[in-house]
């Protein structure tokens, strides 16, 4: 309908936006990407009593200046779509720091109704707000909800529908930023009224505050409009700024914030926000953070928290892994005896049970692990080690907003990649962002975990929590390094500021840890059972086909006939018994399992994969990779959980005893061409070499161009392969 009215929903990050638009939308929304960027946009309707209006979710901001894109769309949908009314979702128990936002917008004029969320929860912490008074000073309507139960939300909805009727022209708000800054502010205005520049778009004294904030982007506006006039407003704020530099030692921006946030405080003071408990209860959260977040004990602290992380994973999960690869060894040796002999059978047994046994069977170490990062995170610590490291980014040129991409994409434990690219849209330099996003592959996901705790469970069996613990800081430190030397290089640039918000300290709930933990589980479990599977399956006919040709294969069956017709019928007779064999008939038995294992290894060397494993041996003997272990890295390339499934077929399929009933770790650790430096150095290039496809599908996405996906895959590569040869080499050398 052309004449509906259009309301757009804005505010803070964590403020109930989105909860707010979900309970107006239910199911009638639809979710898209606005033009030329990728910030997600979503929009819905809302119909009552016969009226009807269209819902626009804007991204979460703290304010309207354009440092990351999600202010960019929100500014440019205001000034380009001119919404009706604007709903503006602050949140009651953050009162003051969610009503910067608001000031931005009553001084660009936009019609607006503030929706004072989550008063139930200001009220549990003592905080009472009168919304009527609120409103008659700030000159807005104010309604109180609670979106998550709707409470409010149709009187809100009512409100906002008659504000846009009769407020549908910008009336600016005016807020006093001192003698200085008022003065000059009259003589921009007046020049921007006189000339008419930009006013068509934006009301004259906005633009004369972005001219003094040195917004770049409004400046960059003003100079394609007309460069004239945007020059005589530069002089004049260079003027006020040196001025104030001289007499205040501050700048024209920062007095416009300090004075933005005066002025909610005088608003705050005037009987608009009453507290009814002690004050020193109203920040446990601070008392906590003096500790938590210390410039020498936060760190420590941090440390101590991973470490028990692993502790608590590697210790409680090793009986249901136990179980899982019993489970797993039973199935096989069921389908051994039951299904008949021919493709089907080695299909099933090495491509399926050994292939998908090894990812699900460590699904109980996947499940640990994700309940202590959904402790962590539903408790409100994760953002503290956000904040904890951003000192440390900077020092290797990024943004203190990378951290939570790094953290995302299995910083801690688990995680994964692709949300991780996605969570750099928040980074506000172009240049920060693109660093971040190529490296947060280097964090160890949770396709990863299983591979390194397979490795460190065959060959470091002592201590496993503490090289798990070890690898993580790898991970960090590598992509640390790896983001200093693409800052130096194709990505130079000038870091930008850092603001998060540190949200209180909670006691996760049961229920929501539980939920949190099987919700990942079930991802993984999803992908073992569908990707993994399909790849596995496909990996299988790569190391199977084309089989051994017919003269390869009839020269093992001669072997066969000369072993058992030089043996005396009696033996070949008690091979068929199951009482227990004697000495000669096991040596027997083991001499014709060790040829059909040569059979099968030569089939596995004949077969497609194969021949790509041998070829890659010209170079991959440099980091100590065998032909096998070729095969299953290749795999690797499409997702990295496919390295378990893939040398659980590829050692089930050239197995020296067909029969070995053995762990995929076990069989490892057996294996002559295996030891601790080689396992060290597929671990190390496991954890760095290229993304899955999943995630060089997000990179190209989320940075516009093929081209960093194809970077991404041969710098992360070719990082590795470096980083694992050296392992090896010296490895090999010193032990």
């Not at 803070?12 to 898209?32: D, E, I, M, W």
């Not at 006919?541 to 066969?560: D, I, S």
Request: hydrophobic residues 45%; neutral net charge.
């Amino acid at each position: 309908m052309s004449n509906d009215i259009t309301i757009a929903l804005a505010g803070n990050p964590n403020a109930g936006k989105t909860t707010l638009f979900n309970a107006l939308t239910g199911s009638r929304q639809h979710v898209g990407n606005y033009p030329g960027v990728t910030v997600e946009t979503k929009e819905g309707f809302y119909a009552k009593d016969g009226r009807r209006c269209r819902l626009v979710d804007l991204p979460g901001i703290y304010s309207l200046s354009p440092y990351s894109e999600e202010e960019v769309v929100a500014r440019d949908y205001l000034v380009n779509e001119r919404p009706g009314v604007i709903i503006n979702i602050v949140d009651a128990s953050n009162l003051e720091r969610n009503l910067y936002l608001s000031c931005q917008f009553m001084e660009m004029g936009v019609p607006m109704v503030i929706a004072l969320n989550m008063v139930d929860v200001a009220k549990k912490r003592g905080i009472v707000i009168d919304h009527e008074r609120l409103s008659e000073l700030i000159g807005q309507p104010v309604c109180p909800i609670v979106a998550r139960s709707g409470q409010g939300i149709e009187q809100l909805m009512a409100t906002a529908m008659a504000h846009a009727m009769e407020h549908g022209k910008w009336r600016p708000a005016k807020i006093s930023y001192g003698d200085d800054l008022d003065a000059v502010m009259i003589d921009l205005t007046k020049i921007i009224e006189d000339k008419h520049f930009l006013t068509k778009d934006y009301p004259a004294r906005w633009t004369a505050l972005k001219y003094l904030e040195k917004d770049d982007r409004h400046l960059s506006i003003g100079d394609a409009a007309d460069v004239e006039v945007s020059r005589q407003l530069v002089e004049k704020v260079e003027e006020v700024a040196k001025h104030l530099e001289q007499t205040m030692g501050t700048e024209p921006d920062a007095m416009i914030a300090d004075h933005r946030y005066g002025f909610i405080k005088s608003i705050a003071k005037q009987n608009v926000v009453q507290r009814s408990v002690d004050q020193d209860r109203l920040y446990t959260s601070d008392r906590i953070d003096r500790v938590l977040t210390n410039r020498f004990a936060g760190p420590l602290i941090m440390l101590l928290i991973l470490w028990g992380l692993y502790d608590f994973t590697f210790t409680y999960s090793a009986l249901p892994v136990a179980w899982g690869e019993a489970f797993f060894s039973w199935l096989g040796n069921l389908a051994e005896l039951y299904v008949p002999d021919g493709y089907f059978k080695s299909m099933l047994i090495s491509g399926v049970i050994d292939g998908i046994g090894g990812v699900l069977g460590f699904v109980p170490i996947i499940m640990f692990m994700f309940f202590g990062i959904a402790l962590l995170e539903d408790s409100g610590y994760l953002a503290r080690v956000a904040f904890m490291m951003d000192r440390i980014f900077r020092i290797f040129g990024l943004h203190g907003s990378s951290v939570m991409a790094y953290i995302i994409s299995g910083g801690i434990a688990g995680g994964c990649a692709v949300p991780g690219v996605m969570a750099t849209r928040t980074l506000r330099s172009p240049k920060e962002r693109m660093a971040t996003m190529l490296t947060v592959p280097f964090m160890n996901c949770g396709a990863k975990l299983p591979v390194l705790a397979l490795l460190v469970g065959a060959f470091f069996t002592k201590n496993q929590a503490r090289y798990m613990f070890l690898f993580t800081l790898l991970a960090w430190l590598t992509a640390l390094v790896a983001a200093k030397i693409l800052r130096m290089t194709v990505l130079r640039g000038e870091p930008t500021p850092f603001v998060l918000e540190l949200p209180p300290y909670r006691f996760p709930t049961f229920q929501g840890l539980l939920i949190h933990t099987w919700e990942k589980t079930w991802q993984y479990i999803k992908k073992a059972g569908t990707v993994i599977l399909g790849i596995s399956i496909l990996l299988w006919a790569m190391m199977t086909f084309p089989v051994l040709p017919a003269g390869e294969r009839q020269h093992f069956e001669e072997q066969r006939q000369q072993l058992m017709a030089q043996s005396a019928p009696a033996l070949v007779a008690e091979l068929q018994q199951e009482d227990a064999l004697s000495p000669a008939a096991l040596r027997l038995r083991q001499e014709l399992l060790t040829l059909d294992g040569a059979e099968a290894e030569a089939g596995l060397r004949h077969s497609l994969a194969g021949r790509i494993g041998m070829g890659l041996e010209k170079l991959s003997w440099l980091p100590g990779f065998d032909w096998q272990t070729n095969i299953a890295l290749v795999g690797g390339f499409a997702a990295k959980e496919v390295i378990i499934s893939t040398l659980g077929t590829s050692y089930s399929l050239g197995a020296v005893d067909p029969e070995e009933s053995d762990s995929l770790g076990a069989v490892l650790a057996k294996d002559p061409r295996w030891d601790r430096v080689k396992a060290m150095s597929v671990i190390i290039f496991v954890m760095f070499y290229a993304p899955c496809f999943v995630t060089v599908a997000c990179i190209i996405k989320e940075s516009g161009s093929w081209k960093w996906g194809v970077f991404s895959m041969a710098f992360n590569t070719s990082f590795a392969f470096l980083l694992s040869t050296l392992v090896y080499q010296l490895g090999s050398r010193l032990l």
